[in-house]
């Protein structure tokens, strides 16, 4: 099994903090989005993982590639780097890790996390992740037949036709015939908006009378943007200290202060006269002086002091003094 993450995407709306690293590197209760991303899809596959090739934009640079490769690395797997330098869509996107797209093959957006609790049907031809929403009209949904078999693909319905929206995580049971599939609609220039669409190939597939079938995940997280990220790291924390783990480093330097779960604490962590948590996330190395921080969002080697955070999200070799609430500052920020 393989698995292909597109991730060249600037992820504006997370900006300041995209603007120093890709969105799927951004921490989430200690991990990278993308490293949570394969490890959940490493689980519901229960297969060994034998390549990830990670798409990503030239200009992100060899630091970025190397956290890549590591991640990779730490699932037993080999890491492939791929690149699109051009905004062409998820169709081409995907085409740019071609050398990859043999035997079963895994495609994920590395912009969402989720949990679930499925076996995966390898008999399909494609499995495609989906969950139930409250408001379809806002997502890409399928609709099924009496079999469980998805019979059609609609976006952004403005009418009720299905409240399954598809997450933007695929399994294929030949990493051949969707290349071939992709390469199809470049080669016939086959566009909307300028772009080469996954949902062309996933219609032409089913037209051909390919079984496709849905993975229905019981917890879907956005990191879009800053409220929902931060939002999606409070849900993780809960999820994760549910399940017995610690994510509290034993060595932190506590004096005065008080950590309340569920929180992620990285190492060496001072907190002097602090409060810290529910549903924090601090990085490696940050220091918390005469500060309350609950709903928040901070990753490594910032210091923060005077503080009163609710919903804030900071970034690496952050320096916060004051009484603002609700921030969002990038890495290596200074506001004192």
């Not at 989005?33 to 490493?42: F, G, K, N, S, T």
């Not at 969402?112 to 031809?125: E, W, Y």
Request: contains cysteine; glycine residues 8%.
């Amino acid at each position: 099994m393989k698995i292909i993450v597109p991730m060249a995407g600037r992820g504006s709306r997370l900006r300041p903090h995209t603007l120093t690293v890709p969105k799927p590197l951004i921490p989430i209760a200690g991990k990278p989005i993308v490293h949570r991303l394969v490890e959940d899809i490493a689980g519901v596959i229960n297969q060994k993982i034998e390549e990830i090739a990670f798409i990503i934009h030239k200009d992100f640079g060899k630091k970025v590639e190397e956290d890549l490769i590591a991640i990779a690395e730490k699932l037993g797997s080999k890491g492939t780097i791929c690149y699109q330098n051009e905004a062409l869509g998820t169709a081409h996107a995907i085409l740019c890790a071609k050398e990859s797209m043999s035997g079963p093959i895994v495609v994920a957006y590395a912009d969402t996390l989720f949990r679930a609790d499925f076996t995966l049907d390898t008999s399909a031809d494609s499995v495609i992740w989906v969950k139930q929403v409250e408001d379809p009209s806002a997502f890409g949904v399928v609709q099924l037949n009496e079999n469980n078999q998805i019979v059609d693909f609609v976006e952004k319905p403005k009418h009720f036709v299905s409240d399954l929206a598809i997450i933007g995580i695929y399994y294929f049971k030949s990493g051949e015939t969707l290349h071939a599939e992709l390469q199809y609609l470049l080669d016939n220039k086959v566009v909307k908006g300028g772009e080469y669409q996954l949902t062309d190939a996933l219609e032409n597939m089913k037209v051909k009378g390919m079984k496709f079938v849905p993975g229905k995940v019981d917890e879907w997280m956005d990191c879009g943007n800053k409220n929902v990220t931060v939002e999606t790291n409070a849900r993780l924390l809960g999820f994760l200290h549910n399940d017995g783990e610690n994510l509290v480093d034993r060595n932190i330097k506590n004096e005065n202060s008080t950590v309340i779960q569920p929180c992620y604490i990285g190492e060496n962590v001072i907190l002097i006269n602090a409060t810290v948590g529910p549903n924090v996330s601090l990085g490696n190395g940050c220091h918390v002086i005469n500060s309350t921080i609950k709903n928040s969002l901070v990753q490594n080697n910032s210091h923060i002091k005077n503080a009163n955070l609710d919903n804030a999200m900071i970034g690496s070799h952050a320096s916060f003094d004051g009484n603002f609430t609700s921030i969002s500052i990038g890495d290596y920020s200074v506001l004192e």
